[in-house]
């Protein structure tokens, strides 16, 4: 059960929630609520599929292309803090600041699944995650991984709600705590790799 909660917490912070409700109101500003209901299922659909995918195949990816799992630890570890950051930072997540926002046919897929809910920092993370969780822990994983997408969908189909109740300047904070939590997930991946390189040599 602790496995489980641990896994939950961590994916709902990867998933950067209260910056993606900042980025979901801004993208559907003016549309009826049953629209962005829809927006929001669509983004969440798509998200999951996408993180199910990278959880399962992140080891044969890595088999294939002859990367060892330490050597992506670090990588992403780098990424996830630099995401975190900019968090921190500006309330902003680095790999989405290069994404306008002008008005779009359909904003569900692209920007709001990829790169705003899973984007490179956290398509790295959770390769890794996927790689290392065997057998029982992987069944754990998808279901924290569920977990924390469904958590974020309830954040997104109140988002009117939160909105009101938080303001901008909530939402803001939220973000920064956010931030700082990445940056504590991404050093301990960083230095798992790290180390991970450096015990052949003691």
């Not at 549309?31 to 962005?36: D, K, T």
């Not at 669509?42 to 044969?60: E, H, N, T, Y």
């Not at 290392?132 to 069944?139: K, N, Y």
Request: net charge neutral; charged share 10%.
């Amino acid at each position: 059960m602790s496995l489980l909660i641990s896994t939950w917490i961590k994916f709902f912070f990867l998933f950067a929630p209260f910056f993606v409700l900042s980025m979901f109101l801004t993208l559907t500003r003016g549309e009826s609520r049953a629209s962005r209901n829809h927006v929001a299922r669509k983004a969440l659909i798509a998200s999951v599929a996408i993180s199910l995918v990278l959880l399962f195949f992140g080891r044969d990816l890595f088999d294939v292309l002859g990367i060892t799992l330490d050597s992506f630890r670090i990588g992403s570890g780098i990424l996830l803090m630099m995401s975190a950051i900019s968090l921190v930072k500006d309330g902003t997540r680095t790999h989405a600041t290069n994404v306008p926002l002008e008005e779009r046919d359909d904003v569900s897929v692209v920007p709001m699944a990829v790169p705003y809910i899973i984007g490179p920092a956290t398509i790295g993370t959770i390769l890794v995650y996927g790689a290392e969780l065997q057998g029982w822990d992987m069944l754990i994983g998808i279901v924290g991984l569920l977990l924390a997408l469904a958590c974020l969908g309830a954040i997104l189909f109140t988002a009117n709600f939160i909105e009101a109740l938080l303001g901008r300047t909530g939402l803001n904070v939220l973000s920064k705590i956010t931030g700082l939590v990445l940056s504590a997930m991404a050093a301990q991946i960083l230095m798992s790799g790290v180390m991970g390189y450096l015990a052949p040599l003691q």
